[in-house]
């Protein structure tokens, strides 16, 4: 049972606009002038890739492009699309693959340390910049 005190707050319409200021000048700034982010950043589906591989690398979890292909709905991209943009971050150099060593037909996904300090700047943009207002 959760007490009282430990309850998320609702969101206010002034709240959200805050955050969805925050998210626009991030787009428009910061995002819209870095190759790596903007590498993924073309399309819905592309956010996600990218979301899903930063989120299993600082999880600490392996990620296939398998599972990001099937982690996103048919909606967004269509499997070919998402692996062939997984393809190209991989030539661009924004992620390498790692061979497991349980299991050598699967080829982890890690980011390069390129796009992991675009993507931390981006996030750190986003979340330090309602201090600033």
């Known amino acids: 049972m959760l007490n009282k005190n430990s309850m998320i707050k609702p969101l206010t319409q ?14 428009n700034s910061i995002m819209a002038h ?4 903007m590498s993924f950043r073309f399309s819905a589906y592309g956010t996600l890739v990218l ?14 492009s398998e599972e990001i292909a099937n ?13 062939n943009l997984i393809k190209t971050a991989e030539k661009n ?5 790692i061979t497991s060593k349980k299991d050598h037909r699967q080829k982890y996904i890690v980011p390069a ?12 943009f986003i979340l330090n910049l309602e201090n600033k207002n």
Do not use: C, P, Q, V
Request: aromatic share 12%; hydrophobic share 35%.
């Open 51 to 64: 979301f899903n591989i930063m989120e299993s690398y600082y999880d600490n979890k392996h990620i296939t």
């Open 14 to 27: 002034k709240k959200i606009a805050t955050y969805t200021a925050r998210l626009l000048k991030g787009y």
């Open 34 to 37: 870095d190759d790596n982010i």
């Open 113 to 124: 340390k390129a796009l992991i300090d675009s993507h931390e700047k981006m996030i750190g």
């Open 93 to 97: 150099k924004l992620i390498t693959r």
């Open 71 to 83: 982690s996103i709905d048919y909606k967004f991209g269509s499997r070919n699309s998402i692996i």
